[in-house]
C-alpha cells in the first residue's frame, strides 16, 4: 500500500511538472502584455523598458526556470496586471468560486440523485422518461444561453432577483442553477444506473423476501450501497466546477476563478494564468489520487496498475 | 401464424432486428437523421445565401410574429442574415468540426490505448503520463489560452478541441485493451506467433470499437458546446461562418430585443446535442453494458 | 400712497427675488444628496490601479478622476479649462511651461495642494517601475521641474512636447508628497488620498469602487452624495440592470440602442466624436511586396465600395461616415470635407481599370469587439469584388501581429485613446505608435506632422493651417482613408435628471456634475 502511495504521488509530481511546461510555453506563445499595457503612441524603447521591468526579455528557458523554481517554493510569482503575489490574488477569488461551485453541487446533487433514484425504482416511468430530458437538456444548451434567458426572465421581467454581483443569497440563486443544471445529467445517470446495479443485488433480493417495506428497502439498503460511486464522481465534479465555472461567472459578473482566468489570458498576464491552471491541475490530481487510495483501501481486489 | 414467421430464417432476423429497434430513441435518431441531411446537402435547401448580408431587411422578426414575412421564416439577424439557412448552413460547420474531431480525437486516443495498453512497460508509462497531463489539465482554460496561441479559425478550432479530446478516448480505452488483451483469442494470436501491429489491429482494435463509437456519439454534442462556449469568448469559429455556437454568442447581446438571432440556433444546438446524448446513452447500454456507470 | 403702493411693490418683488436667489441657490450648493451607480465594462480596477499613476493602457480612468485633481481639465466643449492651475504659460521655445497654482484646493486630510506636490507627482509619475502609461514619454521629454514658490511650479523640457498638456489634462494626477512618502507605494495602493471631487469609500479591485462627495473641493461640489462604479464585462448583463434599476447608467452596447429607445424611462446620453477609424492599406508598409493595393485606384474601389451611411445605420449611430482626419473640436477641421460617397459601380470600374475585373482575394482585419460592423464591411467589400477574409483577434493577438508584423492587406486603423485630444497627437496617430503598423509610408508625412507640432507654440491659427496642411497631404495620398467616427453611448435610467460628458471622451467624466432628480 505505502508503495502505491509513493508511486502515485511521484507520477502526480511528473503530471504536474510535464502541465507547468505546457502552460508556461503556451502562455508565452499567446503574445505578450507589453503592447496592451503600454500607451498606443509608445516608442520601441518604451516598450523595451516596460519589457526590461517585468522581466519579459530574458530567454524563455531562463524565465521558465524563475516560474518553476519560485512555485516549488510556493510562490507562484507577480501578477502582472495585479501587481500583487498571484497567490494573494487567486485565494481573494476562491471562496466566492468555492460558494458557487458548492451550491451549485448541492443543486445537481439534490435534482439528479432524486431523479437517478427515481427512476431507477420505477424504471420507464415518469421521472425516468421526464426526468432524463430536463438533466440532459442542462448539459445540452450553451450555458451563457441559460444564464441570459434567467436574467430576462427573473430579474428584468418578474424583478424576483438581482441580475448579477454577489451578496446575498438571492444572488447565488441563479447563477447556481445555471452551473448546477450542467452537472445534473451525469448525477442523475450514475444514480439511475448504481440504484439498478444495488437493486439487482442478492442481499435486496434478501431484503424484499424478508417483507421489508419498500421505501425501507430502497432507502436504507439500496440508496445507501448506491452512495459511494455517486459521491466519487460528485467530488470530481465539485472540483471542475472550482475550475470551468468561466461563463457563469461571466454572465453573473462573479468575481470568482473563472472570470479571473479570462481576464488574465486576455491580458496576458502570465503568471497569474500559470498560477490558476496550476493550482486547477493540482486539484484535480490531488482529489483523484484521494479517492484512488480510498478505494484501493476499500476494497483490496483492486489491481494496482 | 406468429409461430410459422418465426421459424422461417429470415422472419426470425427481422424480429431480431426489430427487438433490437424497439427502445431506439426514435426521435433522436430522426434529429440527427435531419442534421446530417443539413449537414451534407444543406446547400440545395437554403432559401437564401447563409452569409449574404441585407442591409434594407435587418432584424426581421420570424413570419409569423408582427413584421415578419415569408421571405425569411425564422426572421433575420442583426445584419438581414436569414436565420433559417443560417441554421442549415452551421448544420455543415457543427458537422464537419463534430466528425473532424472525433475522427482525429478517436484515432489518436485508439493509437495511443493500444501502444500503451498491450504493449505495456516504459511505453505505457511514458504514454500514460502524458495522458494523464491532458486530463487533468482545465478545460477551458487551456482551451481558451490555445485559442488565443492559434487565431481563431475552423481548422484551429478543431486543432484546440482534438489537443484537449483525444486523452479521454485513451485512458478508457486502455482499460479495454488491458481487458481484453488476457482474453484467449489473444493469446492464442500471439502463440501463432503473429506480428504485434497485426494483434492489436486485428484482434485488439475490432473489440474496442464498441466503446468507441459510444465515446464518440457523446463527443459530438460535447464539441458543439465546447464551440460554443469558445465562441462566447470570441475565439470560437470566426464570422461570417455560420456556427451555431457564434451566432447564439453573436445574438444573446439581442437577446432582449430581437429573442430569435439566438433562439434558433440555441434549440438547434439543444435538440442535436441532446439526441447524441440520448443515442450515445441508448448505445452505451445497447453494446457496453458495464458502461452503464460512465 | 403711490409711493406706498411702489414701496410695497417693491418690498415684494425684493422678497421674492431674495427667496428666488436663495432657493436656486441652496439648489445649487444644496447638501449631496442620493447614490448613483454607473456600470460599465472596463474592468481593469486592479489592485493597483487606484493608484493613479500605475495605470496602463487598457485601464478605466472614471476611479482616477472621481479621487484625483488634474492641473488642467476639459468643459463640456472639449475646451481646457483651469483646475488645480488657475493659469498656465507655455514660452516661445515651448521648453517651459510654468503653471499657476489655485490657493483653495486641499486634500481630503485638509493639506493644501502645493508646487511641491505637483512636482512630486510629475517626478512620480517617470518612475519606470510603476509602469505609467505615459512615463516613456515623460522620461524622454520631461528635463526637471522646478518649485518657484508654493503655488508656482515650472517644467522644463529637454525639447518641446507638443503632447505635455494631453498629458496634464488626462493622465497626470496630482498625489501628496508628504502622505505618499509616509506609507509609501504599497500604502498607498491600499488607502489612497488625492483631492478630488469624491472621497474614496471603499475599493474592490476588478469590481467596485464606492466614493463619496467631498464637500470641500476647490472647484464642484458634486449633487450626488455618493457614487458607485462598478465593472460588467457582459453587455446584456448591464442592459439588464439597467432595466432593473440596479445601475443609473451604463456603458451601453451600441445594439441595444433600439431596446434601450422602446423604453421611455431610460435616456441615450452621447459622447459624440471619440475616435476616427480609418482604412488602413498595410501592404503600403512594405515596398517590396506587390499587392493590388499599391495600385491607387484599387485603394480608392475600397473606399467607394463601403456604404458608410448603412454602417451608420446599422450601428444605430454610434460611428458616423466621416472624410477627413480633424474631429470637429481641432483647430483647422473642415466641414466641408465629406465622406467618400457608396458607389458600387465606380467602384467596380476603377478595379478593373487597375486589372481587377473579377476581382480578388485579401484579407481585412477588424476589431473582435464590433463583430457587426466589419462583418458588413467585409460583406460590402465582397459585393465589388474584394474578397477580403474577415480577421477578429482580440486585443492580445492583435498586440502580437504588431511585433511580429503580420498585418496584411487591409484593416481599421486608430483606436479609442483619442479622447478628444489636440490634432497633434491624432494626427501622429497615423504615422507611429502601434496603431500605424506600417509606418510612414512617404516622407513628406513626417515633415508635415512636425511643422504640426512646431506650429502649436505659434498661436491657434497657425495650428489650424499646419493641421489642415496635414489633412490635405493624408486625403490626397490615400495610404489610409476616414471611414468613420464613433460616439461612445451611454444610457440613463429615469433617475439621472443631467449630464454632460467631454465630447470625445471613452470614459464616463465630470461625475461631480451629474444630477439626480429630486423627489
Same mark, same amino acid.
Given at each position: 500500500?505505502?508503495?502505491?502511495?509513493?508511486?502515485?504521488?511521484?507520477?502526480?509530481?511528473?503530471?504536474?511538472? @510535464?502541465?507547468?511546461?505546457?502552460?508556461?510555453?503556451?502562455?508565452?506563445?499567446?503574445?505578450?502584455?507589453?503592447?496592451?499595457?503600454?500607451?498606443?503612441?509608445?516608442?520601441?524603447?518604451?516598450?523595451?523598458?516596460?519589457?526590461?521591468?517585468?522581466?519579459?526579455?530574458?530567454?524563455?528557458?531562463?524565465?521558465?526556470?524563475?516560474?518553476?523554481?519560485?512555485?516549488?517554493?510556493?510562490?507562484?510569482?507577480?501578477?502582472?496586471?495585479?501587481?500583487?503575489?498571484?497567490?494573494?490574488?487567486?485565494?481573494?477569488?476562491?471562496?466566492?468560486?468555492?460558494?458557487?461551485?458548492?451550491?451549485?453541487?448541492?443543486?445537481?446533487?439534490?435534482?439528479?440523485?432524486?431523479?437517478?433514484?427515481?427512476?431507477?425504482?420505477?424504471?420507464?416511468?415518469?421521472?425516468?422518461?421526464?426526468?432524463?430530458?430536463?438533466?440532459?437538456?442542462?448539459?445540452?444548451?450553451?450555458?451563457?444561453?441559460?444564464?441570459?434567458?434567467?436574467?430576462?426572465?427573473?430579474?428584468?421581467?418578474?424583478?424576483?432577483?438581482?441580475?448579477?454581483?454577489?451578496?446575498?443569497?438571492?444572488?447565488?440563486?441563479?447563477?447556481?442553477?445555471?452551473?448546477?443544471?450542467?452537472?445534473?445529467?451525469?448525477?442523475?445517470?450514475?444514480?439511475?444506473?448504481?440504484?439498478?446495479?444495488?437493486?439487482?443485488?442478492?442481499?435486496?433480493?434478501?431484503?424484499?423476501?424478508?417483507?421489508?417495506?419498500?421505501?425501507?428497502?430502497?432507502?436504507?439498503?439500496?440508496?445507501?450501497?448506491?452512495?459511494?460511486?455517486?459521491?466519487?464522481?460528485?467530488?470530481?465534479?465539485?472540483?471542475?466546477?472550482?475550475?470551468?465555472?468561466?461563463?457563469?461567472?461571466?454572465?453573473?459578473?462573479?468575481?470568482?476563478?473563472?472570470?479571473?482566468?479570462?481576464?488574465?489570458?486576455?491580458?496576458?498576464?502570465?503568471?497569474?494564468?500559470?498560477?490558476?491552471?496550476?493550482?486547477? #491541475?493540482?486539484?484535480?490530481?490531488?482529489?483523484?489520487?484521494?479517492?484512488?487510495?480510498?478505494?484501493?483501501?476499500?476494497?483490496?481486489?483492486?489491481?494496482?496498475? | 401464424?406468429?409461430?410459422?414467421?418465426?421459424?422461417?430464417?429470415?422472419?426470425?432476423?427481422?424480429?431480431?432486428?426489430?427487438?433490437?429497434?424497439?427502445?431506439?430513441?426514435?426521435?433522436?435518431?430522426?434529429?440527427?437523421?435531419?442534421?446530417?441531411?443539413?449537414?451534407?446537402?444543406?446547400?440545395?435547401?437554403?432559401?437564401?445565401?447563409?452569409?449574404?448580408?441585407?442591409?434594407?431587411?435587418?432584424?426581421?422578426?420570424?413570419?409569423?410574429?408582427?413584421?415578419?414575412?415569408?421571405?425569411?421564416?425564422?426572421?433575420?439577424?442583426?445584419?438581414?442574415?436569414?436565420?433559417?439557412?443560417?441554421?442549415?448552413?452551421?448544420?455543415?460547420? #457543427?458537422?464537419?468540426?463534430?466528425?473532424?474531431?472525433?475522427?482525429?480525437?478517436?484515432?489518436?486516443?485508439?493509437?495511443?490505448?493500444?501502444?500503451?495498453?498491450?504493449?505495456?512497460?516504459?511505453?505505457?508509462?511514458?504514454?500514460?503520463?502524458?495522458?494523464?497531463?491532458?486530463?487533468?489539465?482545465?478545460?477551458?482554460?487551456?482551451?481558451?489560452?490555445?485559442?488565443?496561441?492559434?487565431?481563431?479559425?475552423?481548422?484551429?478550432?478543431?486543432?484546440?478541441?482534438?489537443?484537449?479530446?483525444?486523452?479521454?478516448?485513451?485512458?478508457?480505452?486502455?482499460?479495454?485493451?488491458?481487458?481484453?488483451?488476457?482474453?484467449?483469442?489473444?493469446?492464442?494470436?500471439?502463440?501463432?506467433?503473429?506480428?504485434?501491429?497485426?494483434?492489436?489491429?486485428?484482434?485488439?482494435?475490432?473489440?474496442?470499437?464498441?466503446?468507441?463509437?459510444?465515446?464518440?456519439?457523446?463527443?459530438?454534442?460535447?464539441?458543439?458546446?465546447?464551440?460554443?462556449?469558445?465562441?462566447?469568448? @470570441?475565439?470560437?469559429?470566426?464570422?461570417?461562418?455560420?456556427?451555431?455556437?457564434?451566432?447564439?454568442?453573436?445574438?444573446?447581446?439581442?437577446?432582449?430585443?430581437?429573442?430569435?438571432?439566438?433562439?434558433?440556433?440555441?434549440?438547434?444546438?439543444?435538440?442535436?446535442?441532446?439526441?447524441?446524448?440520448?443515442?450515445?446513452?441508448?448505445?452505451?447500454?445497447?453494446?457496453?453494458?458495464?458502461?452503464?456507470?460512465? | 400712497?403711490?409711493?406706498?403702493?411702489?414701496?410695497?411693490?417693491?418690498?415684494?418683488?425684493?422678497?421674492? #427675488?431674495?427667496?428666488?436667489?436663495?432657493?436656486?441657490?441652496?439648489?445649487?450648493?444644496?447638501?449631496?444628496?442620493?447614490?448613483?451607480?454607473?456600470?460599465?465594462?472596463?474592468?481593469?480596477? $486592479?489592485?493597483?490601479?487606484? !493608484?493613479?499613476?500605475?495605470?496602463? @493602457?487598457?485601464?478605466?480612468?472614471?476611479?482616477?478622476?472621481?479621487?484625483?485633481?488634474?492641473?488642467?481639465?476639459?468643459?463640456?466643449?472639449?475646451?481646457?479649462?483651469?483646475?488645480?492651475?488657475?493659469?498656465?504659460?507655455?514660452?516661445?521655445?515651448?521648453?517651459?511651461?510654468?503653471?499657476?497654482?489655485?490657493?483653495?484646493? &486641499?486634500?481630503?486630510?485638509? /493639506?493644501?495642494?502645493?508646487?511641491?506636490?505637483?512636482?512630486?507627482?510629475?517626478?512620480?509619475?517617470?518612475?519606470?517601475?510603476?509602469?505609467?502609461?505615459?512615463?516613456?514619454?515623460?522620461?524622454?521629454?520631461?528635463?526637471?521641474?522646478?518649485?518657484?514658490?508654493?503655488?508656482?511650479?515650472?517644467?522644463?523640457?529637454?525639447?518641446?512636447?507638443?503632447?505635455?498638456?494631453?498629458?496634464?489634462?488626462?493622465?497626470?494626477?496630482?498625489?501628496?508628497?508628504?502622505?505618499?512618502?509616509?506609507?509609501?507605494?504599497?500604502?498607498?495602493?491600499?488607502?489612497?488620498?488625492? #483631492?478630488?471631487?469624491?472621497?474614496?469609500?471603499?475599493?474592490?479591485?476588478?469590481?467596485?469602487?464606492?466614493?463619496?462627495?467631498?464637500?470641500?473641493?476647490?472647484?464642484?461640489?458634486?449633487?450626488?452624495?455618493?457614487?458607485?462604479?462598478?465593472?460588467?464585462?457582459?453587455?446584456?448583463?448591464?442592459?439588464?440592470?439597467?432595466? /432593473?434599476?440596479?445601475?443609473?447608467?451604463?456603458?451601453?452596447?451600441?445594439?441595444?440602442?433600439?431596446?434601450?429607445?422602446?423604453?421611455?424611462?431610460?435616456?441615450?446620453?452621447?459622447? &459624440?466624436?471619440?475616435?476616427?477609424?480609418?482604412?488602413?492599406?498595410?501592404?503600403?508598409?512594405?515596398?517590396?511586396?506587390?499587392?493590388?493595393?499599391?495600385?491607387?485606384?484599387?485603394?480608392?474601389?475600397?473606399?467607394?465600395?463601403?456604404?458608410?451611411?448603412?454602417?451608420?445605420?446599422?450601428?444605430?449611430?454610434?460611428?458616423?461616415?466621416?472624410?477627413?482626419?480633424?474631429?470637429?473640436?481641432?483647430? @483647422?477641421?473642415?466641414?466641408?470635407?465629406?465622406?467618400?460617397?457608396?458607389?458600387?459601380? &465606380?467602384?467596380?470600374?476603377?478595379?478593373?481599370?487597375?486589372?481587377?475585373?473579377?476581382?480578388?482575394? /485579401?484579407?481585412?482585419?477588424?476589431?473582435?469587439? $464590433?463583430?457587426?460592423?466589419?462583418?458588413?464591411?467585409?460583406?460590402?467589400?465582397?459585393?465589388?469584388?474584394?474578397?477580403?477574409?474577415?480577421?477578429?483577434?482580440?486585443?492580445?493577438?492583435?498586440?502580437?501581429?504588431?511585433?511580429?508584423?503580420?498585418?496584411?492587406?487591409?484593416?481599421?486603423?486608430?483606436?479609442?485613446?483619442?479622447?478628444?485630444?489636440?490634432?497633434?497627437?491624432?494626427?501622429?496617430?497615423?504615422?507611429?505608435?502601434?496603431?500605424?503598423?506600417?509606418?510612414?509610408?512617404?516622407? $513628406?508625412?513626417?515633415?508635415?506632422? $512636425?511643422?504640426?507640432?512646431?506650429?502649436?507654440?505659434?498661436?491657434?491659427?497657425?495650428?489650424?493651417?499646419?493641421?489642415?496642411?496635414? !489633412?490635405?497631404?493624408?486625403?490626397?495620398?490615400?495610404?489610409?482613408?476616414?471611414?468613420?467616427?464613433?460616439?461612445?453611448?451611454?444610457?440613463?435610467?429615469?433617475?439621472?435628471?443631467?449630464?454632460?460628458?467631454?465630447?470625445?471622451?471613452?470614459?464616463?467624466?465630470?461625475?461631480?456634475?451629474?444630477?439626480?432628480?429630486?423627489?
Amino acid at each position: 500500500m505505502a508503495n502505491y502511495i509513493l508511486k502515485r504521488l511521484w507520477q502526480a509530481l511528473i503530471c504536474l511538472i @510535464g502541465i507547468s511546461v505546457i502552460i508556461f510555453f503556451l502562455s508565452h506563445l499567446s503574445g505578450d502584455p507589453v503592447l496592451l499595457m503600454a500607451s498606443p503612441e509608445a516608442t520601441q524603447e518604451d516598450i523595451e523598458e516596460l519589457r526590461r521591468t517585468l522581466g519579459l526579455d530574458k530567454p524563455l528557458y531562463v524565465q521558465y526556470w524563475v516560474f518553476i523554481s519560485g512555485v516549488v517554493q510556493g510562490d507562484f510569482g507577480q501578477s502582472i496586471k495585479w501587481s500583487k503575489p498571484c497567490i494573494d490574488v487567486w485565494l481573494s477569488r476562491f471562496p466566492n468560486t468555492l460558494l458557487l461551485g458548492s451550491a451549485a453541487m448541492a443543486f445537481s446533487l439534490i435534482v439528479g440523485i432524486l431523479t437517478g433514484v427515481l427512476s431507477a425504482v420505477k424504471v420507464g416511468g415518469w421521472f425516468d422518461k421526464f426526468g432524463k430530458i430536463f438533466a440532459l437538456m442542462g448539459q445540452s444548451l450553451p450555458v451563457f444561453w441559460v444564464g441570459l434567458m434567467l436574467i430576462l426572465i427573473f430579474s428584468v421581467n418578474l424583478g424576483w432577483l438581482p441580475t448579477s454581483g454577489h451578496g446575498s443569497w438571492k444572488h447565488l440563486i441563479m447563477p447556481a442553477f445555471t452551473l448546477g443544471w450542467y452537472f445534473t445529467a451525469a448525477t442523475t445517470r450514475l444514480s439511475r444506473s448504481a440504484m439498478l446495479d444495488v437493486l439487482d443485488s442478492e442481499y435486496i433480493k434478501m431484503a424484499r423476501v424478508k417483507g421489508l417495506p419498500e421505501y425501507l428497502v430502497i432507502m436504507k439498503h439500496a440508496f445507501r450501497n448506491a452512495l459511494i460511486p455517486i459521491i466519487t464522481l460528485a467530488a470530481l465534479n465539485l472540483i471542475m466546477l472550482l475550475n470551468g465555472t468561466v461563463i457563469t461567472e461571466v454572465v453573473f459578473n462573479w468575481e470568482g476563478i473563472g472570470r479571473l482566468v479570462v481576464d488574465a489570458i486576455f491580458a496576458r498576464d502570465y503568471p497569474l494564468v500559470q498560477c490558476c491552471v496550476l493550482i486547477a #491541475s493540482m486539484l484535480f490530481i490531488a482529489t483523484n489520487l484521494f479517492v484512488d487510495i480510498l478505494y484501493a483501501y476499500i476494497d483490496p481486489r483492486i489491481h494496482y496498475h | 401464424m406468429e409461430h410459422i414467421l418465426t421459424a422461417l430464417p429470415w422472419a426470425r432476423r427481422l424480429t431480431q432486428v426489430r427487438q433490437i429497434l424497439r427502445h431506439v430513441p426514435v426521435v433522436s435518431v430522426l434529429i440527427l437523421l435531419v442534421f446530417i441531411v443539413f449537414g451534407i446537402f444543406g446547400n440545395y435547401f437554403m432559401p437564401h445565401e447563409a452569409t449574404k448580408a441585407h442591409f434594407g431587411d435587418v432584424l426581421t422578426p420570424p413570419m409569423w410574429q408582427e413584421g415578419g414575412s415569408a421571405e425569411y421564416i425564422l426572421g433575420t439577424d442583426h445584419l438581414g442574415r436569414d436565420i433559417l439557412s443560417r441554421i442549415i448552413g452551421g448544420a455543415t460547420i #457543427s458537422l464537419e468540426v463534430g466528425f473532424i474531431v472525433i475522427f482525429f480525437a478517436g484515432a489518436l486516443g485508439v493509437v495511443v490505448a493500444l501502444l500503451s495498453g498491450y504493449l505495456g512497460g516504459r511505453i505505457d508509462a511514458v504514454l500514460m503520463r502524458i495522458t494523464d497531463m491532458f486530463l487533468s489539465m482545465p478545460f477551458l482554460m487551456i482551451a481558451i489560452v490555445l485559442a488565443a496561441v492559434l487565431g481563431a479559425s475552423t481548422k484551429n478550432i478543431i486543432i484546440v478541441l482534438v489537443t484537449l479530446g483525444w486523452a479521454g478516448y485513451a485512458r478508457v480505452l486502455r482499460g479495454e485493451v488491458l481487458r481484453i488483451k488476457e482474453r484467449d483469442f489473444v493469446l492464442l494470436a500471439r502463440v501463432a506467433r503473429c506480428s504485434k501491429t497485426r494483434i492489436m489491429l486485428r484482434h485488439i482494435f475490432p473489440n474496442i470499437v464498441n466503446t468507441l463509437v459510444v465515446l464518440g456519439t457523446l463527443q459530438l454534442g460535447q464539441v458543439i458546446i465546447a464551440e460554443s462556449s469558445l465562441s462566447f469568448l @470570441g475565439l470560437g469559429v470566426p464570422p461570417p461562418a455560420p456556427a451555431w455556437g457564434s451566432m447564439v454568442g453573436d445574438g444573446r447581446d439581442l437577446i432582449f430585443s430581437a429573442w430569435w438571432v439566438s433562439f434558433f440556433p440555441g434549440m438547434a444546438i439543444l435538440f442535436v446535442v441532446m439526441s447524441t446524448n440520448l443515442l450515445g446513452d441508448w448505445l452505451r447500454i445497447r453494446l457496453d453494458p458495464k458502461f452503464r456507470q460512465l | 400712497m403711490k409711493g406706498v403702493k411702489l414701496a410695497v411693490a417693491v418690498g415684494v418683488f425684493a422678497l421674492i #427675488s431674495v427667496f428666488l436667489v436663495s432657493y436656486s441657490f441652496s439648489a445649487e450648493t444644496g447638501e449631496p444628496k442620493g447614490k448613483f451607480t454607473y456600470v460599465s465594462p472596463s474592468g481593469a480596477w $486592479e489592485f493597483k490601479q487606484i !493608484d493613479p499613476h500605475t495605470i496602463v @493602457g487598457s485601464s478605466a480612468q472614471e476611479p482616477s478622476r472621481i479621487l484625483f485633481d488634474y492641473l488642467l481639465y476639459k468643459d463640456p466643449d472639449g475646451q481646457l479649462v483651469p483646475d488645480l492651475a488657475e493659469k498656465w504659460e507655455i514660452s516661445p521655445d515651448g521648453l517651459k511651461t510654468s503653471f499657476y497654482l489655485t490657493k483653495k484646493a &486641499k486634500f481630503w486630510d485638509g /493639506t493644501p495642494v502645493t508646487a511641491k506636490d505637483v512636482k512630486f507627482s510629475i517626478e512620480r509619475c517617470m518612475r519606470p517601475e510603476l509602469k505609467f502609461l505615459r512615463g516613456g514619454q515623460l522620461r524622454r521629454t520631461v528635463d526637471r521641474v522646478e518649485v518657484v514658490n508654493d503655488y508656482h511650479v515650472d517644467v522644463h523640457f529637454k525639447q518641446f512636447d507638443p503632447a505635455f498638456i494631453d498629458v496634464v489634462a488626462e493622465y497626470l494626477a496630482i498625489m501628496p508628497k508628504e502622505y505618499t512618502e509616509k506609507v509609501g507605494d504599497d500604502g498607498f495602493a491600499e488607502k489612497p488620498m488625492g #483631492s478630488g471631487p469624491f472621497r474614496l469609500v471603499s475599493f474592490r479591485a476588478d469590481a467596485e469602487v464606492i466614493a463619496e462627495a467631498n464637500t470641500n473641493h476647490h472647484r464642484k461640489v458634486p449633487y450626488i452624495k455618493t457614487v458607485v462604479l462598478k465593472t460588467v464585462k457582459e453587455p446584456a448583463t448591464r442592459l439588464a440592470m439597467l432595466k /432593473t434599476g440596479e445601475a443609473d447608467m451604463i456603458f451601453l452596447f451600441p445594439g441595444h440602442i433600439p431596446e434601450v429607445q422602446k423604453d421611455p424611462g431610460i435616456k441615450l446620453m452621447w459622447t &459624440k466624436h471619440a475616435f476616427l477609424r480609418t482604412l488602413i492599406y498595410y501592404d503600403m508598409g512594405f515596398p517590396d511586396e506587390p499587392s493590388p493595393f499599391k495600385d491607387k485606384r484599387v485603394r480608392m474601389a475600397v473606399s467607394y465600395a463601403i456604404d458608410r451611411e448603412a454602417l451608420s445605420k446599422l450601428l444605430y449611430g454610434a460611428v458616423e461616415p466621416w472624410g477627413s482626419f480633424l474631429a470637429p473640436y481641432h483647430p @483647422g477641421y473642415d466641414p466641408s470635407r465629406t465622406p467618400d460617397p457608396y458607389d458600387p459601380k &465606380k467602384a467596380k470600374e476603377l478595379l478593373a481599370a487597375a486589372g481587377y475585373p473579377n476581382g480578388f482575394d /485579401t484579407v481585412f482585419t477588424g476589431h473582435i469587439t $464590433e463583430p457587426t460592423l466589419w462583418q458588413a464591411t467585409v460583406a460590402m467589400l465582397n459585393e465589388v469584388g474584394i474578397r477580403a477574409r474577415l480577421d477578429m483577434p482580440e486585443a492580445g493577438t492583435w498586440a502580437r501581429y504588431c511585433t511580429e508584423g503580420k498585418f496584411r492587406g487591409i484593416g481599421y486603423g486608430a483606436g479609442p485613446w483619442w479622447a478628444g485630444r489636440g490634432p497633434g497627437s491624432c494626427l501622429e496617430a497615423h504615422v507611429s505608435g502601434f496603431w500605424a503598423p506600417e509606418g510612414h509610408p512617404y516622407p $513628406e508625412l513626417k515633415e508635415s506632422i $512636425e511643422n504640426l507640432n512646431k506650429a502649436i507654440l505659434k498661436g491657434p491659427e497657425e495650428e489650424a493651417k499646419a493641421a489642415r496642411a496635414v !489633412d490635405d497631404l493624408m486625403l490626397e495620398k490615400w495610404t489610409r482613408r476616414p471611414l468613420l467616427f464613433s460616439n461612445v453611448v451611454f444610457a440613463a435610467g429615469p433617475r439621472v435628471e443631467s449630464y454632460q460628458n467631454i465630447p470625445g471622451q471613452y470614459w464616463a467624466f465630470r461625475l461631480e456634475y451629474l444630477k439626480l432628480k429630486q423627489k
